[in-house]
């Protein structure tokens, strides 16, 4: 049986996604419009603010920018917010939606000098249409075919000078040519509890959310496995638990009684960590005798996606060290054994060196 989850690969719908094509910022509600509003990941705003600044004072385009990081630490906020900044429109789109380059002649020759062009999942784009993006990114030009057969021949079109973003949550999946024509790389970091307690807070003030305890805050950022948008999720789940179930005189008002409850009903465990990372945990602990397996194995057994895995529940798991990533497979450490109450022979594994793998 899939697991629902709190965490997706993508967004879902009733989440705060982009907003139309072209609108700075998005329609969302609680997405942060500017660097002012953009909580946490101070590196990469200062490397930003300074591109930004740099690019305006030029009157050029602002480098082009890879982001790679798990899905939900708004590197798709980051895109409308540099577009906020710098006084442009964001068209977005995303790498499987492009099957041919000719797919995006219309998006690249509609974009003004200094737009942005924000390509999510960039690491799923086909071979053909990163070979056509090349040479826009580069020379700002694309060639573009016409006819076929015996009359094939190619027309270039010359483009406004225009940024390209792309996000990635598979930055090992980007091809090297690709990668290489960013210049500007950034792997964006999960949050620490502070920047998540602001995030909430904020997201609470815009939701009008009566918060009556305080410690309410930080404990549902304490859960939020690092993530804002697992915060902001997690805050609407408690929001509507409150409503009906707080009573008529709590008035919809949070308690910190009231978070626990909530967070119990969605199988959220006080590590922050739901039912597909737990039951990710105890296959590794169980079928697999700790590991170390590979991650087809443990996606196969649980019946899920090996890529999800990898982007989705893996990176915090390895964060927390509950997992470790060794050249022979995963292997679940002492910690995380003990936190679905089983055995580990990660000490072991651990012990016959030179086969950690690190944060690869
Ligand atoms: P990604 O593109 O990395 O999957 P998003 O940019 O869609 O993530 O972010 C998910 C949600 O989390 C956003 O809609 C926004 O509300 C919230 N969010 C992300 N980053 C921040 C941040 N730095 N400060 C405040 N809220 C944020």
Known sequence: ???????????????????????????GSLRPQTFGEYVGQRELLEKLSIAVRAAR??????????????PGLGKTTLAHVAGAEMGRKVYTTSGPALSRGTDLVGALTRLEQGDILFIDEIH??????????????????????????????????????FTLIGATTRA??????????????HHLQYYGQADLETIV????????????????????????????????????RVRDYAQVRGGKKGGG??????VEEALALEGIDPMGLDELDRRYLRTIGTTYQGGPVGVEAVAA???????????V???????????????????????GAAHVGGGSRAGEGLADGGLFDGDK
Request: proline fraction near 8%.
């Open 201 to 236: 807070a904020r997201s609470a003030g815009l939701l009008a959310v009566e918060v009556k305890d305080k410690a309410a805050v930080p404990l549902i950022a304490a859960r939020s496995r690092g993530t804002p948008r697992i915060a902001n999720r997690l805050l609407r």
């Open 301 to 311: 057994t649980l019946n899920e996606d090996a890529g999800t895995l990898e982007s």
């Open 1 to 27: 049986m899939a697991t629902e989850r709190i965490m997706t690969a993508s967004e879902l719908p009733g989440d705060d996604a982009a907003g139309p094509v072209g609108v700075p910022g998005g329609g």
């Open 313 to 335: 529940v893996e990176p915090y798991l390895l964060q927390i060290g509950f997992v470790a990533r060794m050249r022979r497979g995963r292997m679940l450490t002492a910690q």
């Open 124 to 161: 799923r784009l086909p071979i053909s249409v990163e070979e056509f993006i090349y040479p826009a990114m580069e020379d700002f030009r694309i060639d573009v075919p016409v006819d076929s057969g015996l009359h094939a021949r190619t027309v270039q079109i010359t483009l406004k000078p």
């Open 57 to 70: 004072e030029r009157s050029e385009p602002m480098e082009h920018l890879l982001l790679h990081g798990p």
């Open 253 to 258: 008002a949070i308690t910190l009684a009231l």
């Open 172 to 185: 090992g999946l980007v091809s090297a040519p690709l990668r290489s024509r960013f210049g500007i790389t």
